[in-house]
């Protein structure tokens, strides 16, 4: 089956300091990967997405993710944390055999600090 | 702008009292979903429509149902609200095919009495 491994329920960086939010996923077949954004009290919205055009995938707010197929990884990356970031972050992989499901990480809660 | 909307966006009923949130979308898309979202939780599928395909997950609580009368509109109806089922309820759309992303609806907060 697969499923998506967010390593840290919460991170803590610095205001200007880089964003490393971890993902690792688990699929039998090459997988379509996703990372969303939820700010409070909203719904989620698309940061990036991979679907095997390009390993390095850029989305918005400056935010980019590498699809590592021999680490399993998909992490997202921000060059350098701002005070809007502060969210939760979820990554997801599209279920293999129902092309209209997909399938969420637990989240990582994304704290920015002064 | 194409957006999926969400009314009303913070729900009050009373335990056991039915409530229905509805959801309505511009983007003209044949998948509609809901899911039930907890504090600090990941967004949990309670059931999609493909088209007027229902599509139920194993766990859904029977005391959930949905409507989807077109393809713009889709309904949530909780029939006998528990204090369990206090949670964020997020409505989503896509494109069908694989890899093809989720657009969300901001939610609707639910608080049961």
């Known amino acids: 089956a697969q499923s998506v491994t967010q390593l840290g329920s919460h991170v803590s960086v610095s205001e ?99 | 702008d194409a957006m999926v909307i969400q009314n009303p966006r913070y729900q009050v009923t009373q335990f056991g009292k039915p409530v229905t949130l509805s959801c309505s979308q511009t983007l003209n898309h044949n998948v509609m979903y809901w899911y039930q979202q907890k504090s600090s939780q990941a967004p949990k599928l309670l059931f999609h429509y493909y088209d007027k395909d229902f599509n139920n997950e194993a766990d859904t609580p029977d005391n959930f149902q949905s409507r989807r009368p077109n393809t713009s509109f889709c309904f949530l109806d909780i029939r006998s609200p528990g204090l369990g089922d206090a949670a964020m309820y997020l409505c989503a759309t896509s494109r069908e095919g694989i890899g093809n992303e989720q657009f969300f609806g901001p939610g609707t907060r639910l608080t049961v009495l």
């Open chain 1, 16 to 114: 200007g300091a880089l964003v490393l939010l971890r993902c690792n996923y688990s699929s039998s077949v090459p997988p379509y990967l996703f990372w969303y954004v939820q700010y409070p009290n909203q719904g989620l919205q698309l940061l990036l997405k991979y679907t095997s055009a390009a390993t390095l995938v850029k989305g918005i707010n400056g935010f980019e993710a590498e699809f590592k197929k021999s680490e399993t990884s998909f992490h997202l990356t921000k060059p350098s944390a701002h005070m809007s970031d502060a969210a939760e972050y979820f990554c997801a992989v599209s279920h293999m055999n129902r092309d209209d499901k997909i399938i969420f990480g637990k989240g990582t809660r994304l704290h920015i600090l002064p």
